[in-house]
Structures are given as structure tokens and as C-alpha cells.
């Protein structure tokens, strides 16, 4: 069996990489080979968000609409419909929502007066109400000052996040991420495994036409049940997705490049790039 691997610092990484070259794959993987690391999906908090209407919907409504709960879900609506059709949802709320689960987590404590920023409270202060009838042109609050646990157990994967330069800075501005992997696959690469992708949805099975076909062609193996595709797996959706990460992804690696904790890694598949991952993983944060 395979050895519980420790670590002797915080890890606090990120994945950078276009959609499809498999960043949760990877980070699946480092979270089973160190346990000590948590993964944190930006799109999974937003999925999470969106479905459960959370207070991240009832608060922004709060500002623009006063109580009134008929326009309550209006921003987690429109979120949705920014993820379906593959564009970014604004930075702010992104960066609340990671900023939520950090302090949830206790890895990151206020110090000194603590105003009313997050996700729970429909406190608004001056700054954040919006300044335009555009539910998503709000400015930045200034967050107080925070610490961040050093600890190991305090180490994370951010998985999705941060996506441009905009969201590196603030968060880089309470937690510095000391540890970011640049995952480079070449498009096309991607772009064939996403076209090729067939699933079936109750059990979860993945076929690839091209490297792992089913045996009868558009059924599952075992239960004989019709594939369908995934709902990401949408050709064009996939294309704005690209175009988007590749607009942000370039002052992104720069800015990391800056701060001396960038690392590329290059490879085909996820079973190429992982052990090259471990590695540099366990040289970086191993015991
Ligand atoms: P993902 O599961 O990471 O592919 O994210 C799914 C969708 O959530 C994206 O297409 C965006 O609409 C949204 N999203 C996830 N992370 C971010 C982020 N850091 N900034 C803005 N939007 C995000």
C-alpha cells in the first residue's frame, strides 16, 4: 500500500492550465497522495453557491434591491448563466467565496476591527454598493488585515482560481500562494479528448472514441445503457473557455513568474504529467 506522505510546510498552490488538461485530475491525485492537502474548486464553490442560493445571491440582492426577495436570486442567475455559456463571473464574487471557505477553515484570522465582509452577512458597507445598475459592476472592498496559518495542515489546492492578474493580486494580498504549477498541454491535444468524450451518467464510466471506445459503440460496457455526452464537453463552450483562459493566463504566469513560484510542467495526458507533479511536489513541501 502506498505510504501516507506528510508535509513539512503550508502548501498553498495553484493549477493553472487551460479547461481540459485535467487540474482536477492532478489535484485528485496530490490530495490522495498527501493528505494533508484540501482542494478547493472555484467552480465547485460557484456550482455549490448557484444550486443552494446561498447568502452570496441574498447579499448582493440586499444591496441593490433593499429586502425586497423578489429579485433575491437575480445574481446567482445570472452567475449560472455566465458559467453555462463559459464566461468568467466577476472577480469580487469569486474572490468572496474562496475568502469564505479560507476563514471558514480558520487558515486565515482577522486582526484588529473585523467589518462585516463576508458571504453571511448582508452588512454592506458604502464601498461595495454597486455603483451602476449593472449587478456586477461593484468595486472591491478593502479587506482589514489578515494572518494566514503557516501550518501543514493549513495547505490547499486552489483549483480554478485565480484566473486573471486581477484575482493573483487580492488574493496574494491575504494569503500568498507559494507554489504554482502551469500545466501546458498543446489545445488540439485537449480539444480531441473533449470532441471524443463519451459517459455514462448514473455510474460515472468514461469512454474516449479515439483511446478507450466502448464495445458497442454508444453504449456503456456493463449496463448496456445509452452514452451521452457531458454538458462541459460542448465543443463551442469549450472554445470561449480557451480563448478566455488564454487572454488571462499570459500576465497571470508573468506575475507568478515574478514572485519566483512558478513552475511549468509539459505532457500529454494526466498519467504523463502526474509523477512529474510528485516530484517536484515532494522536493518543494515533502518531509
Ligand atoms: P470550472 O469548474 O473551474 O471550469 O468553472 C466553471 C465556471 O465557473 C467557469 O466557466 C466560470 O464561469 C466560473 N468560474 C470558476 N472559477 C472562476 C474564477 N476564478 N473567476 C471567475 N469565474 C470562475
Given at each position: 500500500?502506498d505510504?501516507?506522505?506528510?508535509?513539512?510546510?503550508?502548501?498553498?498552490?495553484?493549477?493553472?492550465?487551460?479547461p481540459?488538461?485535467?487540474?482536477?485530475?492532478?489535484?485528485?491525485?496530490?490530495?490522495?497522495?498527501?493528505?494533508?492537502l484540501?482542494?478547493?474548486?472555484?467552480?465547485?464553490?460557484?456550482?455549490?453557491?448557484?444550486r443552494?442560493?446561498?447568502?452570496?445571491?441574498?447579499?448582493?440582492a440586499?444591496?441593490?434591491?433593499?429586502?425586497?426577495?423578489?429579485?433575491?436570486?437575480?445574481?446567482?442567475?445570472?452567475?449560472?448563466?455566465?458559467?453555462?455559456?463559459?464566461?468568467?463571473?466577476?472577480?469580487?464574487?469569486?474572490?468572496?467565496?474562496?475568502?469564505?471557505?479560507?476563514?471558514?477553515?480558520?487558515?486565515?484570522?482577522?486582526?484588529?476591527?473585523?467589518?462585516?465582509?463576508?458571504?453571511?452577512?448582508?452588512?454592506?458597507?458604502?464601498?461595495?454598493?454597486?455603483?451602476?445598475?449593472?449587478?456586477?459592476?461593484f468595486?472591491?472592498?478593502?479587506?482589514p488585515?489578515?494572518?494566514?496559518?503557516?501550518?501543514?495542515?493549513?495547505?490547499?489546492?486552489?483549483?480554478?482560481?485565480?484566473?486573471?492578474?486581477?484575482?493573483?493580486?487580492?488574493?496574494?494580498?491575504?494569503?500568498?500562494?507559494?507554489?504554482?504549477?502551469?500545466?501546458?498541454?498543446?489545445?488540439?491535444?485537449?480539444?480531441?479528448?473533449?470532441?471524443n468524450?463519451?459517459?455514462?451518467?448514473?455510474?460515472?464510466?468514461?469512454?474516449?472514441?479515439?483511446?478507450?471506445?466502448?464495445?458497442?459503440?454508444?453504449?456503456?460496457?456493463?449496463?448496456?445503457?445509452?452514452?451521452?455526452?457531458?454538458?462541459?464537453?460542448?465543443?463551442?463552450?469549450?472554445?470561449?473557455?480557451?480563448?478566455?483562459?488564454?487572454?488571462?493566463?499570459?500576465?497571470?504566469?508573468?506575475?507568478?513568474?515574478t514572485?519566483?513560484?512558478?513552475?511549468?510542467?509539459?505532457?500529454?495526458?494526466?498519467?504523463?504529467?502526474?509523477?512529474k507533479?510528485?516530484?517536484?511536489?515532494?522536493?518543494?513541501?515533502?518531509?
Amino acid at each position: 500500500m502506498d505510504r501516507v506522505r506528510r508535509l513539512r510546510r503550508a502548501a498553498r498552490i495553484i493549477l493553472v492550465g487551460a479547461p481540459g488538461v485535467g487540474k482536477g485530475t492532478q489535484t485528485e491525485r496530490l490530495i490522495k497522495r498527501y493528505p494533508q492537502l484540501s482542494a478547493i474548486s472555484s467552480g465547485d464553490l460557484l456550482r455549490n453557491n448557484v444550486r443552494n442560493r446561498t447568502p452570496l445571491g441574498m447579499w448582493r440582492a440586499a444591496c441593490l434591491h433593499g429586502e425586497s426577495g423578489t429579485n433575491r436570486h437575480h445574481v446567482g442567475i445570472q452567475a449560472e448563466a455566465k458559467m453555462k455559456i463559459g464566461q468568467l463571473v466577476p472577480d469580487m464574487m469569486m474572490l468572496r467565496l474562496i475568502f469564505n471557505e479560507l476563514s471558514t477553515r480558520g487558515w486565515i484570522k482577522p486582526e484588529g476591527p473585523v467589518i462585516p465582509y463576508t458571504l453571511n452577512s448582508i452588512a454592506a458597507t458604502e464601498a461595495e454598493i454597486p455603483s451602476s445598475n449593472d449587478p456586477f459592476a461593484f468595486t472591491l472592498p478593502t479587506f482589514p488585515s489578515y494572518s494566514y496559518s503557516d501550518s501543514p495542515t493549513a495547505s490547499f489546492i486552489l483549483d480554478g482560481f485565480p484566473r486573471n492578474v486581477s484575482q493573483a493580486r487580492q488574493i496574494d494580498d491575504f494569503i500568498p500562494i507559494n507554489w504554482v504549477v502551469h500545466i501546458n498541454t498543446p489545445s488540439e491535444v485537449v480539444l480531441d479528448r473533449i470532441s471524443n468524450r463519451w459517459v455514462h451518467a448514473p455510474s460515472g464510466r468514461v469512454y474516449n472514441t479515439t483511446f478507450s471506445p466502448p464495445k458497442v459503440p454508444g453504449t456503456d460496457d456493463i449496463t448496456g445503457e445509452p452514452l451521452t455526452r457531458r454538458d462541459d464537453d460542448d465543443v463551442e463552450v469549450w472554445k470561449t473557455r480557451l480563448s478566455n483562459f488564454e487572454q488571462a493566463s499570459v500576465p497571470l504566469l508573468e506575475h507568478y513568474h515574478t514572485k519566483g513560484v512558478l513552475w511549468t510542467v509539459n505532457g500529454n495526458t494526466s498519467d504523463e504529467i502526474s509523477p512529474k507533479i510528485f516530484m517536484e511536489f515532494e522536493r518543494r513541501f515533502g518531509i
